[in-house]
């Protein structure tokens, strides 16, 4: 503000052309109130008073701060911000050897040492190698360049270049160490089976730890730096209530006290498993492990119909069109559903109209649905393609195929598919996090209903697919999308067009559906 008052002064009925770049407030400015100043005519003794009163407002500005970066010997220039609060990461980066470019939604994709990290203007998380860094403060632009505070490098930048950093801010120096040990990135799955709680912390490495309680808190300590998925999460299980970072430690809230635990360690990929259970109790007079037959939970099947509205989807033979076809069988789907008195179904839309892809998997965590399918026909240049494919969500395209698959679905209207190297955006992955605590049960649903299909359809065995399908992405539920034919293979399309077949599509999918039901009763992890 202080700054655009020196150009106002200066500048005022001035050609707006100065491209301004100072990027932090000075306090001391702060006496100098805009509303004393007075100008009356432009003449010379006001050009006089607008220059002496900028010069008084500029003189006090400082250099931009500059700390330095000591790397193996070698010393490099990092523009900090903020009195060294916030530090430029293209300068820290070039000072390791790594590369970083701005992509699309203000974001800065940084390559350290094989490592892919993602920082985006004014966001208090990172992405690292595709986890989530939480930050406590949030990054800043200043003229372009993104700034970060120095926990984002001490989280990210510097544990990918395998080294161990101090940032001493009084005497502006950054000091680096080889050898510091790589940060283990962690995923975390909870399944909650046969009176168990396991819990899983998937590692990019080694996983190695101690673990401790105290009462209701399991404190699982780890021997290296660990990036965390997330900071806090809750969730809706019988015995594990919470799950907490901090620094290098998992603190798992627990819903009884002295819950026993049995943690070990599996190797390819690096896990440490949490098997947690109410210890068993010696005598008769255990307290009654449930109340006496409470009315059975109404379970929610929230089905999507894809595509809408101006957004045709796929177009057949004959002016078939995705979007009736998809809002058909997800009808067809709900009445087969709702057989049974215990399954409530939901559709994401129930008219020709359009819904956005973030909206449809907000429909169902706002429903608290157990389920999540998308409804979509399949379609593919090649006029022989034929089938069913049944997909759940990962980051990465399981083949190219269902990355084109994936492509089509995710950007049917607009002209811009995101690139295939430009890797996915922030949020993708951030919102990434939701889905992947049920990928294991989005795989075994993907799988049932694949199954259903393929003798439905003739068509041998034909795999579950794995692609970053956007509609999928923010569920907190298990989660599919279902391809159930190719629309743009003749056959295909004359067979969707008839009712009869739809209805045996639905039906397909709808036994594939209960079966899963029956076997995840309800309060087995869903919805956290
Ligand atoms: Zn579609």
Same mark, same amino acid.
């Given at each position: 503000?202080? *700054?655009?008052?020196?150009?106002f002064?200066?500048?005022?009925?001035?050609?707006?052309?100065?491209a301004c770049?100072?990027?932090?407030?000075? &306090?001391?400015?702060?006496?100098?109130?805009?509303?004393?100043?007075?100008? %009356?005519?432009? #003449?010379g003794?006001?050009?006089?008073?607008?220059?002496?009163?900028a010069?008084i407002?500029?003189?006090?500005?400082?250099n931009p701060?500059? $700390?330095?970066?000591? !790397?193996?010997?070698?010393?490099?220039? !990092?523009?900090?911000?903020?009195?060294?609060?916030l530090?430029?990461?293209?300068?820290?980066?070039?000072?390791?050897?790594g590369?970083?470019?701005?992509?699309?939604?203000?974001?800065?994709?940084?390559?350290?040492?094989?490592?892919?990290?993602?920082?985006?203007?004014?966001v208090?998380t990172?992405? *690292?190698?595709?986890?989530?860094?939480?930050?406590?403060? +949030?990054?800043?632009? *200043?003229?372009?360049?993104?700034?970060a505070p120095?926990?984002? *490098?001490? =989280?990210?930048?510097?544990?990918?270049?395998?080294?161990?950093?101090?940032y001493?801010?009084?005497?502006?120096?950054i000091?680096?160490?080889?050898?510091g040990?790589?940060?283990?990135?962690?995923?975390?799955?909870?399944?909650?089976?046969?009176?168990?709680?396991q819990?899983?912390?998937?590692?990019?490495?080694?996983?190695?730890?101690?673990?401790?309680? %105290?009462?209701?808190?399991?404190t699982v300590?780890f021997k290296s730096?660990?990036?965390?998925?997330?900071?806090?999460?809750?969730?809706d299980?019988?015995? $594990?209530?919470r799950?907490?970072?901090?620094e290098?430690?998992?603190?798992?809230?627990?819903?009884? +006290?002295?819950?026993?635990?049995n943690?070990?360690?599996?190797k390819?990929?690096?896990?440490?498993v949490l098997?947690?259970v109410?210890?068993?109790?010696?005598?008769?007079?255990?307290?009654?492990?449930?109340?006496?037959?409470?009315?059975p939970a109404l379970?929610t099947? !929230?089905?999507?119909?894809?595509?809408?509205?101006?957004? #045709?989807g796929?177009?057949?033979?004959? @002016?078939?069109?995705?979007?009736?076809?998809?809002?058909?069988?997800?009808?067809?789907?709900?009445?087969?559903l709702?057989?049974?008195?215990? !399954?409530r #179904?939901?559709?994401?839309?129930?008219?020709?109209?359009?819904?956005a892809?973030?909206?449809?998997?907000?429909?169902?965590?706002?429903? =608290?649905a157990?389920?999540?399918?998308?409804?979509?026909?399949?379609?593919s240049?090649?006029?022989?393609?034929h089938?069913s494919e #049944?997909y759940?969500?990962?980051?990465?395209?399981? %083949? =190219?195929?269902?990355?084109?698959?994936?492509?089509?679905? @995710?950007a049917?209207a607009?002209?811009a598919?995101?690139? +295939?190297d430009?890797?996915?955006?922030l %949020?993708?992955?951030?919102?990434?996090?939701?889905?992947?605590?049920?990928?294991?049960e989005s795989?075994?649903?993907?799988?049932?209903?694949?199954?259903?299909?393929?003798?439905?359809l003739?068509t041998?065995?034909?795999g579950?697919?794995?692609a970053?399908?956007?509609?999928l992405?923010g569920?907190?539920?298990?989660a599919v999308?279902?391809?159930?034919?190719?629309?743009?293979n003749?056959?295909?399309?004359?067979?969707?067009t008839?009712?009869?077949?739809?209805?045996?599509?639905?039906?397909a999918?709808g036994?594939a559906?209960?079966?899963?039901?029956?076997?995840?009763? &309800?309060?087995?992890?869903?919805?956290?």
């Amino acid at each position: 503000l202080l *700054f655009a008052t020196t150009i106002f002064i200066l500048f005022y009925e001035a050609d707006e052309t100065s491209a301004c770049d100072v990027p932090i407030e000075h &306090p001391r400015r702060n006496r100098f109130a805009p509303s004393k100043i007075e100008f %009356d005519s432009s #003449t010379g003794l006001e050009w006089t008073v607008r220059l002496f009163l900028a010069l008084i407002l500029a003189l006090p500005a400082p250099n931009p701060t500059t $700390v330095t970066l000591l !790397v193996g010997g070698k010393t490099f220039n !990092v523009s900090a911000a903020e009195a060294g609060a916030l530090l430029s990461i293209p300068d820290v980066v070039t000072g390791l050897g790594g590369n970083s470019r701005p992509q699309a939604g203000a974001s800065l994709a940084i390559e350290v040492a094989g490592h892919r990290i993602v920082a985006a203007d004014g966001v208090a998380t990172a992405a *690292f190698d595709n986890r989530v860094v939480n930050l406590s403060h +949030p990054t800043r632009s *200043f003229s372009g360049t993104l700034y970060a505070p120095w926990e984002f *490098f001490e =989280k990210t930048i510097f544990p990918a270049a395998g080294l161990s950093a101090e940032y001493e801010r009084s005497s502006a120096k950054i000091r680096t160490h080889a050898g510091g040990s790589a940060a283990v990135a962690l995923e975390v799955s909870l399944v909650h089976l046969d009176q168990m709680t396991q819990v899983v912390f998937r590692g990019s490495g080694p996983v190695a730890s101690d673990t401790s309680s %105290d009462r209701d808190q399991l404190t699982v300590a780890f021997k290296s730096p660990v990036v965390a998925p997330f900071l806090d999460k809750s969730f809706d299980d019988p015995l $594990v209530s919470r799950i907490h970072f901090s620094e290098n430690s998992a603190v798992l809230s627990l819903r009884a +006290p002295d819950l026993a635990v049995n943690a070990y360690t599996l190797k390819a990929p690096d896990r440490l498993v949490l098997e947690i259970v109410r210890p068993a109790s010696p005598g008769a007079a255990a307290p009654a492990p449930a109340a006496p037959s409470a009315p059975p939970a109404l379970r929610t099947v !929230v089905i999507d119909p894809g595509h809408g509205g101006e957004e #045709t989807g796929a177009v057949g033979p004959a @002016n078939i069109v995705e979007k009736d076809v998809t809002l058909d069988i997800a009808r067809r789907l709900a009445g087969v559903l709702s057989r049974d008195a215990a !399954v409530r #179904t939901v559709l994401t839309r129930n008219t020709d109209t359009l819904t956005a892809l973030d909206e449809r998997a907000a429909v169902a965590n706002h429903e =608290k649905a157990a389920l999540f399918i998308s409804i979509h026909a399949n379609s593919s240049r090649a006029a022989g393609a034929h089938g069913s494919e #049944t997909y759940y969500l990962s980051l990465a395209a399981s %083949d =190219k195929l269902s990355e084109a698959v994936a492509r089509e679905e @995710n950007a049917p209207a607009g002209p811009a598919p995101p690139s +295939p190297d430009s890797g996915p955006a922030l %949020d993708f992955i951030l919102w990434d996090m939701a889905q992947s605590a049920h990928l294991k049960e989005s795989a075994v649903l993907a799988e049932a209903i694949q199954n259903e299909l393929n003798a439905l359809l003739n068509t041998g065995n034909r795999g579950i697919k794995q692609a970053p399908f956007r509609v999928l992405v923010g569920a907190t539920m298990p989660a599919v999308l279902v391809e159930t034919a190719f629309i743009s293979n003749p056959e295909e399309a004359r067979q969707l067009t008839n009712p009869e077949f739809r209805q045996s599509v639905a039906e397909a999918i709808g036994r594939a559906v209960a079966a899963y039901l029956r076997q995840h009763p &309800p309060g087995a992890s869903e919805n956290p």
